[in-house]
């Protein structure tokens, strides 16, 4: 059986926690005999400015291009909101994205029948919401050149930074969309403020053109980012596959994140491209922060983690049924009343994040009879 290479990044705040989560369902997998993992640990983020004064060291980075894929919980907490930029916990996340080209970030937004009525929406508007969001992760405003804060002559100062986006980032992105699409509702809407961008314009027009020239079975459309905002919280069910650019996604997604309840259910997989020894760069994570205020009492839910276990199940080692049973043993786990108490609604008794990972084990077990 194929042994599969995995760094664990566990990060700062709750990530320790829901990360030991992961890995026993981890362990389950390979207990079962249904995968074989060789998972080594690393450290990001405040923890690794803690020990080694920088958020991600070059060694890190190179243990992450060498593994078959990263698990990586969450990072940043008031601790180290004092420190310039390039020190700062999100600067490490932010390198090991562009480092491992990871260019294409999915987050999937579901509501799980067992938690539709824990969403702040009504429950009718957001049973049955599946949709997938493509965020454009290493361009635009995030990584734009130039960038700074100035002084100026009155002693005041200036900080600024650069949108931008070439044909050849805005079709790579779209290419992913757009094949995701048709594995799903075939339905892609693209999301750009064009209406007072240039770069928006440009996003608008290449994709518009390789949707003509490509995937004439999908149907695009565009929509402005404020409108996007609104339609997804007043009919979030007309969406199928939204693509659009980093600073928008990462907005968007945590919208939508709350559509489905909880920022403790939402998974995340972030892609590179497929290199010429056939191996793809990825990155699975939780599209929640690190929770500082309630880090350590083991409380957390992992279950968004568990589901990017899933995800990296299914993306990166071709174990499809291995991720629809996981997701599986979660959704009926959710069903019977099992809560962490991000997610416990009224009458439910909250537990923490250790039995919920040993209630995920005991479904999977139980399933797999
Ligand atoms: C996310 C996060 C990150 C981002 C931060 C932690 C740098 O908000 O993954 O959405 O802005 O991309
Ligand atoms: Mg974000």
Same mark, same amino acid.
């Given at each position: 059986?194929?042994?599969?290479?995995?760094?664990? !990044?566990?990060?700062?705040?709750?990530?320790?926690?829901?990360?030991?989560?992961?890995?026993?369902? /981890?362990?389950?997998?390979?207990?079962?005999?249904?995968?074989?993992?060789?998972?080594?640990?690393?450290?990001?983020?405040?923890?690794?400015?803690?020990?080694?004064?920088?958020?991600?060291?070059?060694?890190?980075?190179?243990?992450?291009?060498?593994?078959?894929?990263? !698990?990586?919980?969450?990072?940043?907490?008031?601790?180290?909101?004092?420190? =310039?930029?390039?020190?700062?916990? *999100?600067?490490? #996340?932010?390198?090991?994205?562009?480092?491992?080209?990871?260019?294409?970030?999915?987050?999937?937004?579901?509501?799980?029948?067992?938690?539709?009525? &824990?969403?702040?929406?009504?429950?009718?508007?957001?049973?049955?919401?599946?949709?997938?969001?493509?965020? *454009?992760?290493?361009?635009?405003?995030?990584?734009?050149?130039?960038?700074?804060?100035?002084? !100026?002559?009155?002693?005041?100062?200036?900080?600024?930074?650069?949108?931008?986006?070439?044909?050849?980032?805005?079709?790579?992105?779209?290419?992913?969309?757009?094949?995701?699409?048709?594995?799903?509702?075939?339905?892609?809407?693209?999301?750009?403020? &064009?209406?007072? /961008?240039?770069?928006?314009?440009?996003?608008?027009?290449?994709?518009?053109?390789?949707?003509?020239?490509?995937?004439?079975?999908? *149907?695009?459309?565009?929509?402005?980012?404020?409108?996007? &905002?609104?339609? !997804?919280?007043?009919?979030?069910?007309?969406?199928?596959?939204?693509?659009?650019?980093?600073?928008?996604?990462?907005?968007?997604?945590?919208?939508?994140?709350?559509?489905?309840?909880?920022?403790?259910? #939402?998974?995340?997989?972030?892609?590179?491209?497929?290199?010429?020894?056939?191996?793809?760069?990825?990155?699975?994570?939780?599209?929640?922060?690190?929770? =500082?205020?309630?880090?350590?009492?083991?409380?957390?839910? =992992?279950?968004?983690?568990?589901?990017?276990?899933?995800? /990296?199940?299914?993306?990166?080692?071709?174990?499809?049924?291995?991720?629809?049973?996981? *997701?599986?043993?979660?959704?009926?786990?959710?069903?019977?009343?099992?809560?962490?108490?991000?997610?416990?609604?009224?009458?439910?008794?909250?537990?923490?994040?250790?039995?919920?990972?040993?209630?995920?084990?005991?479904?999977?077990?139980?399933?797999?009879?």
């Amino acid at each position: 059986m194929i042994v599969r290479n995995v760094l664990a !990044l566990a990060g700062d705040g709750i990530g320790p926690e829901v990360l030991l989560a992961t890995r026993r369902v /981890m362990d389950w997998f390979q207990s079962t005999g249904r995968a074989k993992f060789n998972v080594s640990e690393g450290l990001i983020g405040g923890a690794s400015y803690d020990a080694h004064q920088t958020p991600l060291t070059d060694e890190t980075v190179a243990r992450a291009k060498a593994a078959d894929a990263v !698990l990586f919980a969450c990072i940043g907490g008031p601790k180290w909101d004092q420190l =310039p930029y390039d020190v700062r916990p *999100e600067k490490g #996340l932010l390198r090991l994205r562009k480092e491992m080209g990871l260019f294409a970030n999915l987050r999937p937004a579901i509501v799980m029948d067992a938690l539709a009525s &824990a969403s702040s929406l009504k429950t009718d508007l957001v049973r049955g919401l599946d949709i997938m969001i493509v965020r *454009e992760l290493i361009g635009g405003i995030y990584f734009g050149e130039p960038r700074g804060v100035e002084q !100026l002559a009155d002693g005041t100062r200036r900080g600024y930074n650069t949108q931008a986006y070439s044909t050849a980032e805005i079709l790579r992105i779209a290419h992913v969309a757009f094949e995701l699409a048709r594995k799903r509702g075939k339905r892609v809407c693209s999301v750009d403020k &064009a209406n007072v /961008m240039e770069s928006g314009l440009v996003w608008r027009e290449e994709i518009t053109k390789l949707r003509n020239s490509t995937y004439p079975d999908v *149907e695009l459309s565009h929509m402005y980012v404020d409108n996007c &905002a609104m339609q !997804l919280v007043r009919t979030p069910k007309q969406f199928d596959v939204i693509v659009t650019d980093n600073l928008f996604g990462d907005i968007l997604s945590d919208l939508a994140s709350m559509l489905t309840g909880s920022l403790g259910m #939402l998974p995340s997989a972030s892609l590179g491209a497929i290199g010429a020894d056939g191996r793809q760069p990825a990155l699975y994570e939780p599209v929640h922060g690190s929770a =500082p205020d309630i880090a350590g009492k083991g409380i957390a839910n =992992p279950l968004a983690m568990v589901l990017s276990l899933a995800m /990296m199940l299914r993306y990166s080692f071709s174990l499809g049924k291995d991720a629809d049973l996981l *997701e599986r043993a979660v959704q009926n786990v959710l069903s019977a009343g099992v809560r962490t108490g991000d997610i416990a609604e009224p009458g439910q008794i909250p537990i923490g994040t250790t039995a919920m990972a040993d209630a995920v084990i005991a479904e999977l077990t139980r399933l797999a009879k």
